[in-house]
């Protein structure tokens, strides 16, 4: 409603003023890049790789039952779900090899010492600190306590990260020990063909349990996420998520006068729905395989 009263000579404005945050508000809808072209590719390979390894590798597992019998068909018997398996296998391999490479490429950049490496202020290795936070989100689970200030790399984050060495370990080597059985007898005792082939049947078992409920859990069933975190395939997350969530490495960043050089503009909507589309389709598939080996251990274990 206007009132006559403007200086002559001026246009009468009509609707409300230009807001003085205006140009900011575009700024706003910039994303923190917490993750490059490169991890969100690893991920990815893993992700492909660790699936095909689960489902081919219980479907070997638990042959007896009824829906295994099914899966093999769909994968065009056992025997090609066991070359699936080993070819799954190289992938996963080959992320892991590339992974370590980029961080020697990383401490060669940076021209870090790897005792920074490791263990900077952004360090995946486990620290004092991560047991003060996890003993203070078990009091925040009871109410005794606030939130922890979380900082780059939760404790938990950590724990699922080295997990992976240890499966790359434990489950790779005895892989391999199955894979040329020829090869390595010649120096180990043909018995530990059967050791290795329990270590390897269990230990995969107890990963993959591990990865589609407590992992799935930790990233995307968890209030603040459900119903899916698609942070590690877009790479990106909004500001107020990572002043939420990682509060530390927020304030360390704009104290650093660095926060600008982590932004970005969205990815496109097709972009982020397809994104969406892959991570839904394993979110789904790891949720059935979970009941599957429920069903197998209660129902038709042998």
Not at 119 to 140: I, N, R, S, Y
Not at 196 to 205: G, K, N, P, Q, V
Not at 258 to 285: K, N
């Amino acid at each position: 409603m206007q009132d006559g009263s403007h200086e002559p000579g001026k246009p009468v404005q009509h609707g409300p003023e230009p807001s003085a945050t205006a140009v900011p508000a575009v700024a706003a809808e910039r994303e923190f890049v917490r993750f490059n072209r490169l991890h969100r590719t690893l991920h990815a390979c893993m992700i492909v790789s660790f699936l095909s390894l689960a489902t081919t590798g219980l479907t070997l597992k638990f042959s007896y039952t009824k829906w295994a019998v099914v899966l093999s068909r769909l994968l065009g018997g056992f025997q090609t779900a066991g070359y699936i398996h080993r070819f799954a296998a190289v992938i996963m391999f080959g992320t892991f090899i590339t992974h370590l490479v980029d961080l020697y490429r990383s401490k060669k950049r940076g021209r870090l010492s790897w005792r920074s490496l490791l263990f900077g202020p952004d360090t995946l290795v486990p620290t004092g600190q991560d047991f003060h936070e996890f003993v203070a989100t078990m009091k925040w689970f009871l109410h005794l306590g606030p939130r922890p200030r979380y900082g780059r790399w939760t404790y938990w984050e950590k724990f699922d990260y080295f997990a992976v060495f240890w499966g790359i370990f434990i489950i790779g080597c005895t892989g391999l020990t199955l894979w040329f059985p020829v090869f390595f007898t010649r120096f180990l005792p043909g018995s530990f063909l059967n050791v290795a082939t329990i270590i390897h049947s269990d230990e995969a078992l107890l990963a993959t349990g591990f990865i589609f409920t407590v992992h799935f859990f930790n990233t995307h069933l968890r209030p603040e996420k459900f119903p899916m975190d698609t942070t590690i395939f877009t790479g990106r997350m909004q500001l107020a998520e990572l002043k939420r969530d990682k509060p530390r490495e927020y304030e360390a960043l704009v104290a650093r006068g660095e926060l600008e050089e982590h932004l970005a503009d969205p990815h496109p909507d097709i972009v982020v729905r397809t994104i969406r589309v892959f991570a839904w389709t394993a979110l789904a598939v790891g949720f059935c395989i979970v009941v599957w080996i429920i069903y197998a251990m209660l129902f038709a274990y042998r």
